[in-house]
């Protein structure tokens, strides 16, 4: 099991940059599959970004490509997500998830959906203003 905890959120003007941090526990980090995700008032729960994982590239989601960069570090138990030109649009409480996965096909064909993590973080809010 794992317990993960995000921090960095905060109020930002369009145009800046952020760097979220989702540290976790265990001795175990380096095999779990990790992701960023964002949930905006009204709005369904959606994938932002996954770190390279056993040696696989990174994945954007498109709105945040060019922009955002997610990187982690395993010795430190510790998932970065560099947000760069924030956009209004970005405002959401963003969460990071974390699952083993059955396999590693599984987890390319599912580490997009939310649905796919067993665990979550409480959540930091990022605010952009216009």
């Known amino acids: 099991q794992v317990q993960l905890v995000e921090s960095g959120g905060g109020l930002v003007q369009a145009g800046g940059s952020l760097r979220l941090s989702c540290a976790a526990s265990?001795?175990?980090?380096?095999?779990?599959?990790m992701g960023w995700f964002r949930q905006a008032p009204g709005k369904e729960r959606e994938f932002v970004a996954a770190?390279?994982?056993?040696?696989?590239?990174?994945y954007y989601a498109d709105s945040v490509k060019g922009r955002f960069t997610i990187s982690r570090d395993n010795n430190k138990n510790t998932v970065y997500l560099q947000m760069n030109s924030l956009k209004p649009e970005d405002t959401a409480v963003y969460y990071c998830?974390?699952?083993?996965?059955?396999?590693?096909?599984?987890?390319?064909?599912?580490?997009?959906?939310?649905?796919?993590?067993?665990?979550w973080g409480q959540g930091t809010q990022v605010t952009v203003s216009s």
């Open positions: 770190p390279s994982w056993r040696g696989g590239s990174t």
């Open positions: 265990g001795r175990t980090f380096s095999s779990y599959a």
């Open positions: 998830a974390a699952d083993r996965f059955s396999s590693y096909s599984d987890y390319v064909n599912g580490r997009s959906l939310a649905s796919k993590y067993a665990y």
